[in-house]
């Protein structure tokens, strides 16, 4: 797909510039206006951290601010308010491949309430202005047909019993987005936990969906989760990307524009986030230069737009 992929953007960005356009503009339309809301990745674990969390990531997202520049500011405050929280306890303040940081903790719900305690002190109202987002990765913890929190405590859980606690942390915290919260093959567990928590909370699949159509029409065909990842290199061309997302749009899912693990400083999925509209961005952290050339690039797009510009906040719940 890697090579492919490379031609097919590229093509893109010819086309935009033989237009005299900008990215967003060429591949939007006229209309394309919408910033979409960050899921600001402030704290790694999982395969992207040397610690001893068992979920890969923990994001914030500014829902109650008036603009992206605004949103990016509150994530930017947070994520600086959380070094100071985790200092003060004496916790490392290194950071993991998506720039969160990767401190060890008590345990998975620690890091929960660490980002409660972040938020606050920043000055935000957790549940209005700001919910939370997960990126379990839960294929990684997936072992023999149960799922094992071997960097923690070394438990073990039944597809059932991971449901029941999702359902329990969603109630307790403001929890808004879920993704890859079982294995990409237990479609059965998948199905379990889209009747519990999916009338409240996007459940959205990266590894189950792989941004491919089929497997994202077996879904929609089962019922199972109600949004889907967004990475362009996984399906190999701009032309299926776009399918993807607008396969989605019309089952009802959301879609999330995301960046990779292993990232460049290319800021190709900033304008492609504008350009669909898709209303939503994971793009890693506050550090790291592959990360904010990103949120640089929106904030860019939105100066461009002016009044025109426009950021969805809660309404990108469906």
Not at 147 to 154: E, N, Q, W
């Amino acid at each position: 797909a890697n090579a492919i992929l490379a031609v097919s953007l590229a093509a893109a960005r010819a086309a935009a510039a033989d237009c005299g356009l900008p990215l967003y503009r060429y591949l939007g339309g006229p209309l394309a206006n919408v910033l979409p809301v960050p899921m600001m990745n402030i704290l790694n674990g999982g395969a992207h951290a040397a610690n001893n969390v068992d979920f890969q990531e923990f994001m914030v997202m500014p829902v109650g601010a008036e603009s992206f520049s605004e949103g990016l500011r509150v994530g930017v405050e947070i994520f600086h308010s959380l070094k100071k929280v985790l200092s003060s306890q004496k916790k490392s303040t290194s950071v993991g491949d998506e720039g969160g940081f990767a401190p060890d903790l008590a345990d998975n719900r620690e890091a929960l309430e660490v980002i409660v305690q972040a938020t606050e002190a920043a000055g935000y109202r957790v549940g209005e202005d700001v919910v939370f987002a997960l990126d379990v990765a839960a294929s990684e913890m997936y072992r023999d047909g149960g799922y094992v929190f071997h960097k923690s405590s070394g438990e073990r859980k039944t597809a059932g019993e991971m449901v029941e606690f999702y359902r329990e942390w969603v109630g307790q915290y403001p929890i808004r987005s879920l993704e890859d919260a079982l294995d990409e093959n237990d479609w059965d567990g998948w199905k379990q936990l889209t009747d519990a928590v999916g009338d409240r909370t996007q459940l959205v699949g990266d590894d189950l969906f792989v941004t491919n159509t089929e497997r994202l029409a077996e879904g929609i065909e089962r019922g199972v989760g109600n949004a889907i990842l967004i990475k362009v290199n996984q399906i190999g061309t701009l032309t299926e990307t776009l399918e993807a997302i607008e396969m989605a749009r019309r089952a009802g899912y959301n879609a999330v524009m995301s960046h990779r693990s292993g990232e460049t400083e290319d800021t190709f999925i900033a304008d492609l986030a504008v350009a669909t509209g898709v209303g939503q961005i994971k793009t890693g952290s506050a550090s790291r230069t592959d990360r904010v050339a990103k949120y640089n690039q929106l904030l860019r797009i939105e100066g461009h737009l002016g009044a025109a510009a426009r950021y969805p906040g809660n309404s990108i719940w469906r």
